[in-house]
T-cell receptor, first 109, second 115 residues
Framework: KNEVEQSPQNLTAQEGEFITINCSYS?????LHWLQQHPGGGIVSLFM???GKKKHGRLIATINIQEKHSSLHITASHPRDSAVYIC???????????FGSGTQLTVLP | EAGVAQSPRYKIIEKRQSVAFWCNPI?????LYWYQQILGQGPKLLIQ????????DSQLPKDRFSAERLKGVDSTLKIQPAKLEDSAVYLC?????????????FGPGTRLTVT
């Protein structure tokens, strides 16, 4: 069983819809990352959070440490949001990331 | 500030051939990571360097993969000989060494196809 589980694996939405991607982890963490990967392969860090909630533009990330669960929300989704979204747990003294398998998001115009 | 640089971006080789990837991290980042990302999966750590020393290479297939970071700056990852299952995107990332868990900055990746 993967230590970081994401759902759903694939998500198709219409432009303007509110989107939620979920991440559950079983390891103790010091921080959790949400990353965005476009088809070219490069990965961009969206958020790093260890408690509460962070917001950047139309993106919101929340984390519940007690429940070991995090969510990424996208408000007013747009086709340019189409990408793979990956959550990754930061744990251990070696500062390593354990990655989920990603959620492929497609936003249709 | 320049990001993490990787080259080449794409490489196609036949099985049993060798290949090398290069990574130049963000200036001042002491920690460097190489990841392998197979299609449809999240990245898997192959090796982590701290300056020019290896912190973790437990998931590196050492019979065919090798990596070095001789001067504690740029790094090379080599596969010799390649197998079909090595087809993947190879990502390099870097981060600061000390303090809270700093985020990792990723390069654009090298997409390897082994035929």
């Amino acid at each position: 069983k993967n230590e970081v589980e994401q759902s759903p694996q694939n998500l198709t939405a219409q432009e303007g819809e509110f989107i939620t991607i979920n991440c559950s982890y079983s390891v103790g963490i010091s921080a959790l990352h949400w990353l965005q990967q476009h088809p070219g392969g490069g990965i961009v860090s969206l958020f790093m959070l260890s408690s509460g909630k962070k917001k950047h533009g139309r993106l919101i990330a929340t984390i519940n440490i007690q429940e070991k669960h995090s969510s990424l929300h996208i408000t007013a989704s747009h086709p340019r949001d189409s990408a793979v979204y990956i959550c990754a747990a930061h744990s251990g003294s070696a500062r390593q990331l354990t990655f989920g398998s990603g959620t492929q998001l497609t936003v249709l115009p | 500030e320049a990001g993490v640089a990787q080259s080449p971006r794409y490489k196609i080789i036949e099985k049993r051939q060798s290949v090398a990837f290069w990574c130049n991290p963000i200036s001042g980042h002491a920690t460097l990571y190489w990841y392998q990302q197979i299609l449809g999966q999240g990245p898997k750590l192959l090796i982590q360097f701290q300056n020019n020393g290896v912190v973790d290479d437990s998931q590196l297939p050492k019979d065919r993969f090798s990596a070095e970071r001789l001067k504690g700056v740029d790094s090379t990852l080599k596969i010799q000989p390649a197998k079909l299952e090595d087809s993947a995107v190879y990502l390099c990332a870097s981060s600061l060494l000390r303090g809270p868990p700093y985020e990792q900055y990723f390069g654009p990746g090298t997409r390897l196809t082994v035929t």
